[in-house]
């Protein structure tokens, strides 16, 4: 029980002590000592460097000193009137100046950044203009192939029109063909006919004409 009273008294002046704690800046003048206690008589701890920030843990009116910490973490008593409220001129005038360099330095990059990117958009827009150039082209030719598609797809229209002409006509040749034959045919019969009946014609004349001629001599010898 008594540990953890004191454990917490501990933590009570811990936090006290932390927000009592303000920063202060050492004079940019000269460098001030370190001290372990308020007075000149005191030990010096360490020489504290001009414009060094410094936590202030306690300040003590009567003898003009205040218990500050180093960023290091030491602790001990420094003249008060050699702090001050905010970094020193020379403080804030390298501090300014490295903000300073530090926007040069941005801003440098910045514009390289702004070129980098102009010069992306510029080569985006030259890329562009060389895909509209590409499409375009490839437009022109998709026309052309469709135009000769047309062309072919009419042509094998045409073709296909021209050979069923053709087949017609070689089916018409054919019949005229056939009839031509059996033209020829029935021509050959009739006069193979007409030739038969003419030796046939011939025969009988030949043999009724003899008849004829001697039946008119024999009335001729009875007379």
Do not use: H
Not at 37 to 52: E, V, W, Y
Not at 95 to 122: F, H, I, P, W
Not at 177 to 189: G, I, M, P, V
Not at 201 to 207: A, C, H, R
């Amino acid at each position: 029980m008594r540990m953890f009273v004191r454990i917490s008294l501990l933590c009570v002046l811990f936090a006290a002590s932390a927000a009592f704690a303000a920063p202060a800046w050492v004079t940019d003048q000269f460098e001030i000592t370190l001290r372990s206690g308020p007075s000149t008589s005191n030990a010096i701890q360490l020489m504290i460097d001009s414009g060094l920030r410094l936590e202030v843990l306690e300040r003590d009116a009567e003898s003009g000193y205040s218990r500050v910490r180093t960023p290091g973490g030491t602790e001990g008593w420094v003249l008060s009137r050699y702090l001050m409220s905010e970094p020193s001129a020379r403080e804030q005038l390298e501090k300014l100046t490295s903000q300073l360099t530090s926007a040069t330095s941005r801003g440098s990059s910045l514009d390289a950044q702004m070129k980098a990117v102009k010069a992306e958009y510029d080569s985006a827009n030259k890329q562009i203009a060389k895909l509209e150039r590409e499409k375009a082209a490839v437009e022109k030719e998709l026309a052309e192939i469709k135009r000769t598609a047309a062309n072919v797809l009419a042509i094998n229209e045409q073709n296909k029109s021209l050979m069923d002409q053709l087949a017609a006509a070689q089916i018409r040749g054919d019949t005229l063909e056939q009839e031509n034959r059996s033209l020829s045919s029935q021509a050959t019969r009739y006069w193979f006919m007409a030739g038969a009946l003419v030796l046939l014609v011939g025969v009988v004349l030949g043999i009724w004409l003899p008849r004829i001629r001697w039946q008119r001599r024999s009335r001729y010898d009875r007379f």
